[in-house]
């Protein structure tokens, strides 16, 4: 029975972790970049393509699933053989555990070709949004902010 509760209690706390990820569209700030100056440049939209942005790989998928699967292995046989499929259960689990991590924060992006004022090209990738699309032909401006940039209309 406790096993079944720790089982619970870590997928538990993968999933709440898998959901602090921030979003990386353009209308999305962290508390660090509010209130803070911006560079802004303006250009136009060359052209647009669909992305995927990978997900992140931390040390949490592969930490909560090895220790799922040990204790699912070490409830399998006896003696030897539940050490055996505790370490099987244990790296199963781990691989698992990092594979859905990726998958869960994995997003669906979008690059933005710019071609801005001053005659420079530049393509920045963001997470896409359903509230805001680009199109080749788009007047949009480029904000900067502690090393991070977005694309906005």
Request: contains cysteine; positive net charge.
């Amino acid at each position: 029975m406790k096993r079944q509760y720790l089982v619970i209690f870590l997928l538990g706390g993968v999933l709440a972790l898998s959901g602090c990820a921030s979003p990386l569209t353009g209308e999305t700030y962290s508390r660090e970049e509010a209130r803070r100056p911006q560079i802004i440049r303006t250009g136009v939209v060359e052209s647009v393509r669909p992305v995927q942005i990978e997900g992140s790989k931390t040390i949490i998928g592969p930490a909560a699933g090895a220790a799922i699967g040990g204790v699912a292995g070490s409830g399998v046989g006896g003696g030897r053989g539940s050490a055996i499929a505790t370490v099987i259960g244990a790296v199963a689990g781990g691989m698992a555990g990092a594979a859905a991590e990726e998958g869960i924060t994995r997003a669906q992006g979008v690059e933005i070709t710019v071609r801005e004022d001053d005659g420079s090209m530049r393509a920045y990738v963001q997470e896409a949004s359903p509230e805001v699309t680009f199109r080749p032909g788009d007047r949009v401006r480029v904000q900067t902010i502690n090393g991070q940039t977005r694309v906005v209309k």
